[in-house]
């Protein structure tokens, strides 16, 4: 059985954007097209209709190529269950209010027991400063969290 993938909005924006001379972005965007083109294969993906609002967000163009490349991944629902364990991680953990859907995406990953979360936002998803607090609120709330990384930390061996 293959392991579940939640991608975050930030995992197409790099598969879609425009080459970049910035080292750091063009390294991103190198690893996740590698990502994309030779594991996504090996995983179940999913997204989340927070996933297709913010892809849908900004410049037409960019916009179109992102829900373009996520068309066809199954949607999962965000819950009342979501939306409260999402609240949790804001007021009992270590997310800011204005990190609001990055909450959703973890308790929506979280609720349907996603086994990894992929993403390249790294000030409030893959913050290993944060991982901690994030995990103590999912766990006290009787849920197990997901794995929260970018996709050069699942390239496997």
Not at 32 to 40: A, D, P, S, V
Not at 64 to 71: A, C, G, K, M, V
Not at 103 to 114: D, G, K, Q, R, S
């Given at each position: 059985?293959?392991?579940?993938?939640?991608?975050?909005?930030?995992?197409?924006?790099?598969?879609?954007?425009?080459?970049?001379?910035?080292?750091?972005?063009?390294?991103?965007?190198?690893?996740?097209?590698?990502?994309?083109?030779?594991?996504?294969?090996?995983?179940?993906?999913?997204?989340?209709?927070?996933?297709l609002d913010e892809a849908g967000d900004g410049?037409?163009?960019?916009?179109?190529?992102?829900?373009?490349?996520?068309?066809?991944?199954?949607?999962?629902?965000?819950?009342?269950?979501?939306?409260?364990?999402?609240?949790?991680?804001?007021?009992?953990?270590?997310?800011?209010?204005?990190?609001?859907?990055?909450?959703?995406?973890?308790?929506?990953?979280?609720?349907?027991?996603?086994?990894?979360?992929?993403?390249?936002?790294?000030?409030h998803l893959a913050n290993a400063e944060l991982?901690?607090?994030?995990?103590?609120?999912?766990?006290?709330?009787?849920?197990?969290?997901?794995?929260?990384?970018?996709?050069?930390?699942?390239?496997?061996?």
């Amino acid at each position: 059985m293959k392991k579940s993938v939640y991608i975050e909005t930030s995992i197409a924006s790099y598969v879609t954007a425009r080459p970049s001379r910035d080292l750091i972005q063009a390294a991103r965007r190198h690893i996740t097209n590698e990502w994309w083109e030779y594991r996504r294969s090996d995983f179940d993906l999913f997204i989340s209709q927070y996933v297709l609002d913010e892809a849908g967000d900004g410049d037409s163009e960019a916009s179109r190529r992102r829900l373009e490349l996520l068309e066809g991944l199954p949607l999962l629902q965000s819950t009342e269950e979501a939306v409260l364990l999402a609240e949790a991680l804001i007021v009992k953990g270590p997310l800011p209010q204005k990190a609001a859907t990055d909450a959703l995406h973890i308790a929506v990953a979280t609720i349907h027991e996603i086994n990894v979360l992929l993403t390249w936002n790294c000030s409030h998803l893959a913050n290993a400063e944060l991982l901690g607090d994030v995990q103590r609120v999912i766990r006290s709330l009787g849920y197990e969290p997901p794995m929260i990384c970018t996709p050069d930390e699942l390239m496997g061996e």
